[in-house]
């Protein structure tokens, strides 16, 4: 069956979908995106995502491009479409159609753009074999916390994990301070058992998956802090991890080739990622 994709207001074959050569996605990366999670068929935690793309439209000034109700439509109607039990809704937002002009057009309607695509169900035992990361400097610019597709520095930084066998590079600020990952939040377990991961801020994006663990640490009365750490924290931590909508809770098992911990997925990362299998079944 093809691919189904949406595109202001119509539905088209993946391969015929398109948008204009001005818009302002396209020239000037003027625009933000969400990507959600779908698991048998229930895309997980739909509500948070939307909240956080109204907040991303409000942060640039783009007007939404319909009604929450119109777009949680759109989206049910390519999970069916596309016949998607476990995959991910991509959705994308920008200003619009204008004559190529850095000032904000005064009178574009904005594009709306929502693809998917089907991806392995989820596998425990896969993600439990972990990974480990690199380091290097945060390029991005100073507003991480908008979800924007202005994504260049981050792709540049995931490459360099690619060629170094790395599952994603861990961005370090001018202080030496973890940031993220280049699509991921940063995680440490302490040797006291305090999970650890960066206040949100400018300097970060605030995940949905981070929103969660960190409710699903609450309740589990885990004690856990929203502070900064370095790589010397990282490599006298018990544990570390990472999460994201692609990635779960995913254990990082080096850094820069060095071993964290135990080399091997910690206690607390295995039990963080059992409760939140629970959350996307509805469990939790």
Not at 119 to 128: G, H, Q, S, T
Not at 195 to 202: E, I, L, N
Not at 236 to 251: G, Q, R
């Amino acid at each position: 069956m093809p691919r189904i994709a949406y595109v202001n207001g119509r539905y088209f074959p993946h391969r015929r979908a398109a948008v204009h050569i001005e818009d302002r996605g396209y020239q000037f990366a003027d625009g933000v995106y969400e990507v959600v999670g779908v698991h048998k068929g229930r895309l997980i935690d739909e509500k948070e995502h939307l909240d956080r793309l109204e907040r991303s439209l409000a942060e640039l000034s783009i007007p939404k491009p319909m009604a929450r109700g119109g777009i949680r439509i759109v989206l049910a109607q390519i999970v069916r479409r596309n016949l998607i039990s476990d995959g991910l809704i991509y959705m994308q937002v920008t200003r619009g159609v204008a004559p190529r002009n850095h000032a904000f057009p005064t009178n574009s309607k904005p594009s709306f753009v929502v693809t998917a695509r089907p991806i392995k169900p989820f596998d425990r035992e896969a993600i439990l074999k972990g990974g480990k990361v690199i380091t290097a400097p945060d390029i991005r610019w100073k507003r991480c916390d908008i979800k924007t597709i202005s994504l260049l520095p981050n792709a540049i930084l995931k490459q360099k994990a690619v060629e170094a066998g790395a599952l994603e590079t861990w961005m370090v600020d001018e202080e030496g301070f973890i940031t993220e990952g280049t699509s991921s939040n940063a995680w440490i377990v302490t040797k006291r058992g305090e999970v650890v991961t960066r206040r949100t801020g400018p300097e970060i994006l605030a995940g949905i998956t981070r929103l969660k663990v960190l409710a699903i640490a609450e309740k589990q009365g885990l004690s856990f802090v929203e502070r900064a750490f370095s790589k010397e924290d990282v490599l006298d931590a018990e544990e570390a991890f990472l999460t994201s909508t692609t990635s779960f809770v995913k254990p990082i098992l080096q850094i820069d080739g060095q071993t964290i911990g135990s080399g091997t997925p910690g206690k607390l990362t295995v039990a963080l990622l059992d409760w939140y299998e629970r959350h996307m079944e509805g469990d939790e």
